[in-house]
């Protein structure tokens, strides 16, 4: 569920309601922001491009089970500096930090309400998808789709049926065992560990 502040929750209950996505992209070379809006949007300072450059966003969903690890954002392969940016040394995306937020917006096409983050994670390798042209006419299309980790969780794909979520765990132990209690916010926010030189006496 998420969790609006009076601004949104006000223009949730009203007549006339829209929602859009911000999607921040912190390349090496420079933040990037788009935004799937008609419009352009300024949002927490930073002002987000069109729908243009933004094709689609998988489907955001929470669950318990953590079975949505993987996200994946398809971009439009005629932004040559997004392109260039893609097929570009790894170092200038790979692992890099993403982070989609969910906003209303109000009558007026703007926004209502602070952001409300759903997926941060990480890029990974990218790829380019092409329609040839139809032979009954049209034009050929392309996108570039970019998949993306959420943090810390590519190192549970392979296990994800196990019962690694405090949900999961209170269930099978009838509410006995709260030892996965802070599973949840150690794999979205991973902490630094100490390094070795600073554990020495």
């Not at 992209?25 to 987000?48: E, K």
């Not at 929470?62 to 996200?71: A, G, I, V």
């Not at 032979?135 to 980790?149: D, H, S």
């Not at 943090?151 to 549970?156: C, F, V």
Request: proline letters at 5%; aromatic letters at 6%; one cysteine or more.
């Amino acid at each position: 569920m998420l969790t609006l502040d009076a601004t949104a929750t006000a223009r949730a209950a009203a007549p006339v309601a829209g929602r859009h996505y911000l999607v921040d992209l912190d390349f090496s070379t420079g933040m990037v922001y788009l935004t799937t809006h008609a419009l352009p949007i300024v949002s927490g300072g930073n002002t987000y491009t069109a729908l243009g450059d933004l094709v689609e966003i998988g489907q955001l969903s929470e669950s318990e089970d953590q079975q949505r690890d993987k996200l994946e954002l398809s971009l439009s392969v005629v932004n040559t500096a997004m392109l260039a940016a893609m097929i570009g040394p790894a170092t200038v995306y790979r692992n890099r930090p993403v982070r989609i937020w969910c906003q209303l917006i109000d009558d007026a096409f703007q926004p209502a309400g602070a952001a409300v983050l759903r997926f941060q994670g990480y890029m990974d390798v990218p790829r380019v998808e092409r329609t040839p042209a139809r032979p009954e006419g049209g034009n050929a299309t392309g996108k570039i789709v970019l998949p993306c980790w959420r943090a810390g969780q590519a190192r549970l794909r392979t296990a994800s049926g196990l019962r690694r979520t405090h949900a999961q765990q209170m269930q099978r132990t009838s509410n006995a065992d709260t030892g996965l209690r802070y599973t949840q916010s150690l794999i979205e926010v991973p902490s630094q560990w100490l390094s070795k030189r600073f554990q020495q006496i």
